[in-house]
Every structure is written in C-alpha cells, then in structure tokens.
C-alpha cells in the first residue's frame, strides 16, 4: 500500500462547479497534510495546509481533514479554467517527519 | 525575494558521467530535501536534512549522494549518472520538519 494515495485523474469539472480531490494516506499518526498545485512544467506551489480534523477555508479553497478515516481532501468552489493543473497531497510523516506525496490528480476546468 | 533556488535548469549527461546538482534558499528555514518528478510518479523523496549537520534517506536514495553543506545550501550528487536518473529534480526548504515546504523551479536532468 502507498503511503499517500490520489486518484490521478483527470477529474473534469464544468466552469463555476466545485471541485473535490481526494487522498488518502496510511500512517495513522500523521501530523501535518498539504495541497500544492503544480500547473504544467512549473514548480509545485502550496495551496493549503491543515493540521487539526475539520474543514480549513481560504477563498476559494476548503482543506477537510479526517484523522479517523485517514483521508483529506480539497474543494475548490466556483472553479475557474485558471485552476487547470496537477493537485498534489502532502504528508508529513510522524515519525520521521519527512514529507511524502501523493502522485497527484489532474483538474481540467471546461469553459 | 529569491526564496528556493536550483542551478543548474538543464543538464544532459552521458551514462556514466557525475555532476552536482545545487540548491541554496534564503528564508533561513531548518530542513531541506531533494526529490525527483517522473511522469505518473508524482514527488518521490530522494534525501532530506532536517536541520544543518544531517542528512536522511528518503523514498529512493540510490545511485545518489547529498551534502549539507551549511544551513543555506544542500547539494545533490550523481556519481555515475544511468539512464533511470533522467528525471526532473526538485529542491525544497521548509522551516522545521512537518511543516509547508517551498520549492525551486526545478532541473530538468536528461542521462543519454
């Protein structure tokens, strides 16, 4: 088993819908958990970060963290075309604290 | 601010050859990695350095070498690069370990 797992995609939304990404990781004791996005030849970029269960808002962009089931996930609301590219989960481990990713999901965003 | 930077861009090699790939980052942060991007393969951690004076393995450490060279800069080393090591290589800084990393904007390394 991956320690995080995405589901690679691509995941197509309509412009204005909401987007959901999901991931799930296996190390239970997993302290920290990130969203970068990583448009197409460039560098990957943080999004979000979220360390307590619950939902974390910023604009656009809601973080969900469940430690119980051990997944957290990424809603983007009123998605825009701009928001095309690769999502990308975080990890950080509990015990080694080195951060591990997901292989990533891919956003189309449809005019 | 110039945050995470990685020299050099581009770099072609020939099965055998070595090279140093550098990375140094201004924001005075604790922790740095190394990773490699391959198609499919998402981020795969290569070494990290949780603080200046240590480095770990991560995912896929072999055919490399790091060094930490002070609290700036961290150097990843191929010693006898192979075809498989054709990827693009990602540095990264973060403050302490388990929290938000930054990265660079990458190198892309192709082995021939």
């Known amino acids: 088993q991956k320690e995080v797992e995405q589901n690679s995609g691509p995941l197509s939304v309509p412009e204005g819908a909401i987007a959901s990404l999901n991931c799930t990781y296996s190390d239970r004791g997993s302290q920290s958990f990130f969203w970068y996005r990583q448009y197409s030849g460039k560098s990957p970029e943080l999004i979000m970060f979220?360390?307590?269960?619950g939902d974390k808002e910023d604009g656009r962009f809601t973080a969900q963290l469940n430690k119980a089931s051990q997944y957290v996930s990424l809603l983007i609301r009123d998605s825009q075309p701009s928001d095309s590219a690769t999502y990308l989960c975080a990890i950080g481990s509990s015990n080694t604290g080195k951060l591990i990713f997901g292989q990533g999901t891919t956003l189309q965003v449809k005019p | 601010n110039a945050g995470v930077t990685q020299t050099p861009k581009f770099q072609v090699l020939k099965t055998g050859q070595s090279m140093t790939l550098q990375c140094a980052q201004d924001m005075n942060h604790n922790s740095m990695y190394w990773y490699r991007q391959d198609p499919g393969m998402g981020l795969r951690l290569i070494y990290y350095s949780a603080s200046e004076g240590t480095t770990d393995k991560g995912e896929v450490p072999n055919g490399y070498n790091v060094s930490r060279l002070n609290k700036r800069e961290f150097s990843l080393r191929l010693e006898s690069a192979a075809p498989s090591q054709t990827s693009v290589y990602f540095c990264a800084s973060s403050e302490s370990l388990n929290t938000e990393a930054f990265f660079g904007q990458g190198t892309r390394l192709t082995v021939v």
């Open positions: 979220i360390y307590s269960n």
